[in-house]
């Protein structure tokens, strides 16, 4: 979306800034819309309880920040956004914010809420600096589905509340398998993050992956096989752009790898294969007290629950096959468990539209609030949000990406394929559209100038019903703004 947009947007704000003047509410929430317009994406990790949720965002992050075990700043909402020094803020619900003290107990962040209780906190902040955060805020947010109502209804009424906009423009959900609550939740997140752009702005994770498979060495596989299924689901389709199977505990692990555990997993690797092969015949059989005469038992257990068995098998795999050193061993990791391509994906399609899902967010939030407390001169704006919504070329391609999810377009089986590509389906670049990453742009200015006069023959066709031409009224205009481009 182009800065023109953003600054409409803005303008938009300020105006209805104009007309709330006599209400703090009001006036609180619209200068948080213009806050919004300027910080980046903001992109929630959710899922229901013991999904891997933290241990995914660790992962993501590259340090052990999130906490991950059942403590009370786990039931709360906890935003990570890029600072230059790390900060703690707790955001109570009553009283002024408190900086609280930034500590580590064994390279894990601690966040002490003192005398409150998670009921008392709206949320908490937490600076890093962290180059993934120059580009998202990263919200992890409390289990779905958790045995507290309270809990569960924290992370609902966060992201998807009943009467408003929710506070996230992008979503990571964490599915182990699919079960209903996951499916309802995701239509109640699209149907309040959409609003009226009726845009997917949703991939879902298929965490633990490495569970799906016991921990064998092939479990990726199987839960490769698992996500494309999920991904053919039609109702599921249409809730989310993908589903990316990730092993959470091995993507943190390998991010966090010390060279201590390095040596460890050598130590393991240089091992007879008998005596291997049945050290690591299961997790119980692992961390069994006496069971190795050569790692002690502390040393087994901490690889365990820093890894898990399909990690310990992995990186001893990974070993024998050839790695050398920790650092090529943590790169390898991390490939083999998915992380890498969670990290593409987001930076595909979330990341190149972060404006356009921002004002999005913000023109939602606008709209809402004029609805709800319309006052004199709040028609001029709402005008200006539709306006603004009917004009952006890049809301447009999201609607789109978003039908083809949901019911698919009114397309020939091929021409439908090059649809999704060109507005955008697997990635914005210019030379991705146009499948031709390898192209000079005078190659790729003639694809563009022939794909131009097929999509036009298109919609001028006698046959080609109204759906139809729409669709290609979309195309056409990415690939004009394609052409611009080279």
Request: aromatic share 2%.
């Given at each position: 979306m182009s800065s023109d947009a953003q600054h409409e947007a803005h303008a938009l704000v300020r105006e209805a800034r104009d007309l709330y003047l006599a209400s703090d509410s009001a006036t609180r929430l619209l200068e948080e819309l213009e806050m919004r317009l300027q910080e980046p994406?903001?992109?929630?990790?959710a899922g229901i309880v013991k999904a891997g949720k933290s241990t995914l965002l660790n992962a993501m992050l590259g340090e052990r920040i999130a906490p991950t075990d059942a403590g009370e700043c786990t039931r709360v909402v906890t935003w990570y956004r890029y600072a230059d020094s790390p900060s703690i803020t707790l955001h109570p619900h009553v009283g002024p914010p408190r900086r609280l003290r930034v500590h580590r107990v064994d390279g894990q962040v601690q966040v002490d809420l003192g005398d409150l209780s998670a009921e008392d906190v709206e949320r908490i902040d937490i600076g890093w600096p962290?180059?993934?955060l120059k580009s998202a805020i990263l919200i992890d947010t409390p289990g779905i589905a958790s045995l507290s109502q309270d809990v569960s209804l924290r992370s609902t009424a966060f992201?998807?509340?009943d009467h408003s906009p929710g506070s996230a423009d992008a979503i990571v959900y964490l599915i182990r398998h699919l079960h209903p609550m996951d499916v309802g939740f995701l239509e109640a997140f699209r149907d309040t993050a959409a609003g009226a752009s009726r845009t997917v702005n949703a991939v879902a994770v298929l965490s633990r992956a490495d569970e799906l498979g016991s921990g064998r060495i092939d479990s990726l596989i199987s839960a490769r096989k698992v996500a494309t299924r999920y991904e053919r689901d039609g109702q599921f389709a249409s809730l989310a752009l993908g589903v990316i199977p990730v092993a959470g505990l091995v993507a943190e692990g390998a991010r966090t790898l010390r060279e201590s555990e390095f040596a460890a997993f050598?130590?393991?690797?240089?091992?007879?294969?008998?005596?291997?092969?049945?050290?690591?015949?299961?997790?119980?059989?692992?961390?069994?007290p006496g069971e190795d005469q050569v790692l002690d038992d502390a040393v087994r257990a901490q690889l365990l629950s820093r890894f898990g068995v399909f990690g310990v098998r992995l990186a001893t795999s990974l070993i024998r096959a050839g790695v050398e050193d920790s650092s090529d061993l943590a790169g390898q990791m991390v490939q083999q468990s998915g992380l890498m391509a969670l990290r593409e994906f987001i930076e595909r399609h979330f990341i190149p539209r972060s404006t356009t899902l921002k004002i999005r967010s913000v023109l939602d939030a606008l709209e809402h609030l004029l609805r709800e407390e319309p006052q004199s001169?709040?028609?001029?704006?709402?005008?200006?949000i539709e306006r603004l919504r009917l004009?952006?070329?890049?809301?447009?391609?999201?609607?789109?990406?978003?039908?083809?999810?949901?019911?698919?377009?009114p397309l020939a089986d091929e021409d439908a394929v090059a649809?999704?590509?060109?507005?955008?389906?697997?990635?914005?670049?210019a030379a991705v559209r146009m499948d031709m990453?390898?192209?000079?742009?005078?190659?790729?200015g003639e694809r563009v100038n022939a794909d131009l006069a097929h999509w036009r023959t298109l919609m001028n066709a006698p046959l080609t019903g109204r759906p139809a031409i729409e669709v290609c009224k979309v195309v056409i205009r990415s690939l004009e703004e394609i052409a611009s481009q080279t």
């Open positions: 994406l903001r992109l929630a990790i962290s180059r993934v992201l998807a509340p050598r130590t393991l690797a240089e091992l007879d294969r008998n005596h291997r092969e049945r050290l690591l015949v299961s997790a119980d059989r692992f961390v069994k001169g709040t028609t001029s704006v709402l005008a200006g004009t952006n070329h890049s809301l447009r391609e999201l609607s789109l990406l978003s039908q083809a999810q949901a019911t698919g377009l649809a999704v590509r060109i507005v955008g389906g697997q990635g914005t670049d990453v390898d192209a000079t742009p005078d190659a790729i």
